[in-house]
Each structure stands twice: as structure tokens, then as C-alpha cells.
């Protein structure tokens, strides 16, 4: 991980441990407590501000550390909005028709300034306006549901701040992995932010976040999984993977409206059937226990969306079996009714146990299905031979459709040393995905390449492929008058073994250089470290540490600039 990321955190950390007691001693003068009724389950005089700690110390640290740009400047517009909107509902108990009208008013605020929405989200047969006017409208949604959901599972302590903080860090992980450097530093910084107020949290809680906290952290987490995190889009299928991280909160919402649905109460009116209370209470687990339980099922529906990235099929798999278990749960703890227990019945079709429940009349279906048994598997036997025998009918014509050979989009030089063939491997792999991941495979190449001079000949200079082709002559001019001034005197005296054996990356992240009249296009700067198989006589080190900055235009990345960060002796 980047120790910028590493150092972000913990600025934001430190801010947030020094801030929270101050506030809460203020804010407990002040009489902004969270008061006890017959639904809280916590005792004594505790300040519910601790949600103020958490903004200031993650605008203060994103000042230092965040690039702004219209998409940034949205999030902290609509931030302000929706941590005003909690904040003064802890204050002065604010009508929920009013806290969703400033849940609204901050996600339009992130969709139409920062232009932050389910982009490319089209339907079939439907006119692209329209289809933008319901992409808006799921946007809108999935930020007034995500917010709503954190909300919710603040219930106990340390739970929703602990939770939030494994979600974040997921999302800083699959960030990383795939380029997205600016979702993992926004991440990493409300992560410590949350953290330092973790420490006063946990139970027995000092502080709680109260709304102006649990409301914000929701509405971030929110908008940053709008982002992608790491996707090229933020199309519809992209939300699959922050759906699965959030499993927790958002199956808990969905239970509580269901749950209130069925026993005829208003959707926002609060109760105590939540997953936590099932768990501190109806399984009598106290709050510690519960809280780390929580935690567990967090990091397993985390691990399993890190997982979808590279292999898909298993994460489903997996997700699918957690999903069961839970609906198990659900029915067992009677989450949403005595009588919503429709796994369990079907089950007992078969067990005939006294202890679960009963399909009433259920022996004319037994009889059915044992009649059937054999009909019913021949059936089934059916249609997995049609399926099989058609998708292996469009396999077979998509393969004799496809080119027989990929498209070779970077060309590999004629003499490759080892190091350039593993790196080109990396490239190949990644040749249809045009991101920062593969522009670090490119940084890469063309750095191994330009300063390896065992495979050169006379006045051949090494990366050229992989220049931007409008700049390729004032390359060469610069290459002839640095690095390759002296390289033809060190191929006539047969000195030229100078080979790059190994590389580091230092850092990729978006670039803030811009080549004239291409201005809307992404730029990424790579910093890498090279060692080299002995000293090198040309810059008179064994290492060299360079920047090398590409422009992804056209479905390819290209070399745009190099430059020389320091030589390492």
C-alpha cells in the first residue's frame, strides 16, 4: 500500500482522537445527549456529536492530501448538506420528510455538479433520454438507501463506525489494485477519521456519532461507490460489488421495511428487530459479542467482493451460500414475522420434523412429488442437456468467429531482455482493459527498455515504441542528448551489457500534466526504481529512480515525458 495512503490515515486518525473528547465535553454542556426511551439500550449522560469530530478531521485532512476537481468539490458540497441535515437533527429531532428532503439536495448536488451517476446505463429499446432520467433516479436512491442504511445499524457500540471502517478499506483495496488511487486516498482518510472516534466508541461507549456522523459516513461511502472504485464505469452491474460489501446494512434495512410493512407500522418508525438487537438480545450475545460478530460477517462479504474482481463464478457462489445461511437466521429469530418461514417450511416437506413448521394440507404435495420423482428428473435431466448442448453451440461459433490471433496493440522489440518479457506478459493481459493498471505495466516497459543497452545497436533508442507518436522526434533529440549521448562509444567498445534486471513501482496516480490542445484526456504519472545488473557508467549509479508520464487516448496508453527523480549509487 502507498505511504501516502498509510500517512493520510493516520493524520486523519490523530485529528480524530484528539477532537472527539473535546467535543463530546462540549457538546455535553450544551445538553446535545442521547436521550433513553424504551427503545435504546444504552445508560448514563453520553454525547450523541461525535459525527462532528469525524467531518472536521476528514475535511481538514483531505485539504492536505486531495486533489480537488469538480467531482471532489461536489462530495464536500453535499457533505456539508447532509452533516448539517444530521446535525441538526440531534439537536432539535428534525421530521424525517426533512432529513430525505437534505438527503436529496446532497445527491443532486454530487449527480448534476459533479456529474457523479450510473454513467453508460442504458435499457433496450428505451430512448437515451429516458434511460438517463431513470439512471438519475436509481442514483438518487442508492444514495438516500446507502445513508439511510449506515444509519440504521448504528444501534450499538463501535458497530456502524467498525463496519464502516472494513468497508472502506475494501474499497481502498480493490481501489488499489486497479488503478483508482484517488477513491483509495479519499477512502483511507474518512477510514482514520472514523477510527480515532472508533476508540471512544466501542463499547462501553464514551461518545456516539448521531446523525450528523452516521448520516455523512453513509452518504460518503455512498458516492464513493458511485465512483467505481476501480471500475472504467459506474454502470448499473458495477454496483454488484459495493452491494456486496454493504450486504450487512442493506439486508438490515430492507428487513427493518419489510418488518414494519407486515406488522403494520411506518416505514422510518423505529423498533428493535434489528440483525443487532437479534443477536444482543433474543440470542442474549451482549454488546461486544454482537458488535464482533458483525464485524466477522463484514470482512466475509468483504472478502468475498474483493474475491468477484478475479474470480467471479466462486464469489457468487459463496455469496449465494452466505445469503442462505442468512435467511435462515432471519426465520429463525423470527427477524420479520412468527410467521415468515418459507425455507424452513420447504424443508420440512422433506425432514417431517415437529420442530419446524408446516405447510398446512402439506401431504397431498409429498405424494405428488414422490409420484413424480422420476418425471420431474428427467425433466431437469432435459433442460441441462438443451442448455449445455446450446451454450456449447454459441462457444464453439463465437470461437470460429473470434480472430485466430489477438490483436498485437504493443509491439515487443526484436531482442527482449527477460525482464521485458515478463513485463509484457503483464501487458498483454491487461491490453483490453485501458487504465492506470496497465499504464503502470507500460511506465514499465518503456523505462526497462530506454535504459537497457545490451540489446541496442548503433543509434537505436530504446522505448520508441511505446512513445506518443506526435512527440517521437523531440524524444529522440532529448534521448541523443542525454542518456544515449554516449551509448554509441559503449556499443564500438563492447561496454553495452548495461541491462535493467528489476523494477519497483513508487507511485501511479492521475497526472496534472496536459499536452496542448489534448486537454480532455486522462494523464497518469508512474514513478518507478530501476536496479541495473552492475554500475552504470552513463548516470554513474546502480539504480535510478524516474517519472515517467503517459496520456490514455485513443484505447492506448503512451509515453508522453520522462523524467529523472534521482540515481541511486
Avoid at 313 to 330: S, T, V
Avoid at 463 to 481: E, H, I, M, V, W
Avoid at 485 to 505: C, G, P, R
Amino acid at each position: 500500500m502507498n505511504f501516502t495512503f498509510i500517512l493520510s490515515f493516520g493524520v486523519a486518525f490523530l485529528i480524530s482522537l484528539i477532537l472527539v473528547p473535546i467535543v463530546g465535553k462540549a457538546t455535553k454542556q450544551l445538553g446535545i445527549i442521547a436521550h433513553t426511551n424504551k427503545r435504546t439500550i444504552h445508560h448514563g449522560i453520553i454525547p450523541r456529536t461525535g459525527g462532528y469530530a469525524i467531518y472536521v478531521s476528514f475535511i481538514l485532512t483531505a485539504a492536505f492530501f486531495l486533489k480537488t476537481d469538480n467531482q471532489i468539490n461536489s462530495m464536500l458540497i453535499g457533505g456539508l448538506i447532509i452533516f448539517l441535515t444530521g446535525f441538526y437533527d440531534d439537536i432539535h429531532d428534525l421530521p424525517p420528510k426533512l432529513k430525505l428532503l437534505g438527503q436529496i439536495a446532497a445527491a443532486c448536488v454530487v449527480i448534476f455538479y459533479g456529474g457523479i451517476s450510473l454513467k453508460d446505463f442504458t435499457i433496450p429499446y428505451i430512448p437515451t433520454n429516458l434511460s438517463y432520467a431513470i439512471a438519475i433516479v436509481i442514483t438518487i436512491l442508492w444514495i438516500v438507501g446507502i445513508t439511510n442504511a449506515i444509519n440504521l445499524i448504528d444501534g450499538l457500540d463501535g458497530l456502524c463506525a467498525g463496519i464502516s471502517i472494513i468497508v472502506l478499506l475494501t474499497i481502498t483495496m480493490s481501489s488499489i489494485r486497479s488503478g483508482r488511487f484517488d477513491i483509495a486516498s479519499l477512502s483511507m482518510i474518512l477510514a482514520g477519521a472514523i477510527g480515532g472516534f472508533l476508540i471512544y466508541n466501542f463499547h462501553p461507549a464514551k461518545i456516539f456519532m448521531g446523525d450528523c456522523g452516521a448520516l455523512f459516513i453513509g452518504y460518503m461511502i455512498s458516492v464513493i461507490s458511485l465512483l467505481g472504485y476501480g471500475y472504467k464505469t459506474s454502470t448499473f452491474f458495477t454496483l454488484s460489488a459495493p452491494i456486496v460489501v454493504l450486504t450487512v446494512p442493506m439486508a438490515d434495512t430492507i428487513i427493518a421495511i419489510v418488518r414494519r410493512k407486515v406488522n403494520h407500522k411506518h416505514f422510518d418508525e423505529a423498533d428493535r428487530g434489528h440483525l443487532h438487537h437479534q443477536l444482543m438480545i433474543r440470542l442474549n450475545l451482549g454488546q461486544t459479542k454482537s458488535v464482533l460478530i458483525l464485524y466477522g460477517v463484514t470482512i466475509l462479504f468483504s472478502l468475498i467482493s474483493y474475491m468477484s474482481q478475479r474470480h467471479p463464478l466462486r464469489a457468487l457462489g459463496l455469496f449465494l451460500l452466505f445469503l442462505f445461511i442468512f435467511e435462515l437466521f432471519i426465520e429463525i429469530t423470527d427477524m420479520i414475522s412468527r410467521k415468515y418461514k418459507p425455507v424452513l417450511t420447504i424443508i420440512n416437506i422433506f425432514v417431517k420434523s415437529d420442530k419446524l413448521p408446516k405447510i398446512k394440507e402439506s401431504e397431498p404435495y409429498r405424494r405428488f412429488i414422490k409420484k413424480h420423482t422420476k418425471r420431474i428428473l428427467a425433466i431437469l435431466c432435459l433442460c441441462l442437456v438443451v442448455g449445455g448442448g446450446t451454450s456449447y453451440y454459441y462457444y464453439q461459433k463465437q470461437a470460429k468467429e473470434a480472430p485466430k490471433h489477438p490483436e498485437i496493440i504493443y509491439k515487443l522489440n526484436s531482442d527482449p531482455t527477460k525482464l521485458e518479457k515478463t513485463i509484457y506478459k503483464d501487458i498483454t493481459k491487461n491490453q483490453n482493459n485501458v487504465t492506470l493498471e496497465l499504464g503502470k505495466y507500460i511506465a514499465a516497459y518503456f523505462a526497462a527498455d530506454y535504459y537497457t543497452l545490451s540489446n541496442k545497436d548503433k543509434n537505436v533508442i530504446g522505448g520508441t515504441d511505446f512513445f506518443y507518436k506526435s512527440r517521437l522526434t523531440a524524444f529522440k533529440n532529448y534521448a541523443k542528448q542525454e542518456y544515449y549521448k554516449n551509448a554509441n562509444t559503449l556499443i564500438a567498445n563492447q561496454q553495452n551489457d548495461i541491462e535493467v534486471t528489476s523494477y519497483t513501482i513508487d507511485q501511479a496516480d492521475r497526472s496534472d500534466f496536459e499536452l496542448s490542445g489534448l486537454e480532455d484526456y486522462k494523464y497518469y504519472d508512474v514513478t518507478l526504481t530501476l536496479k541495473f545488473n552492475r554500475h552504470n557508467p552513463i548516470i554513474n549509479g546502480n539504480g535510478i529512480t524516474v517519472m515517467i508520464t503517459l496520456i490514455n487516448k485513443d484505447n492506448r496508453i503512451s509515453v508522453v515525458a520522462t523524467d529523472t527523480m534521482q540515481v541511486i549509487e
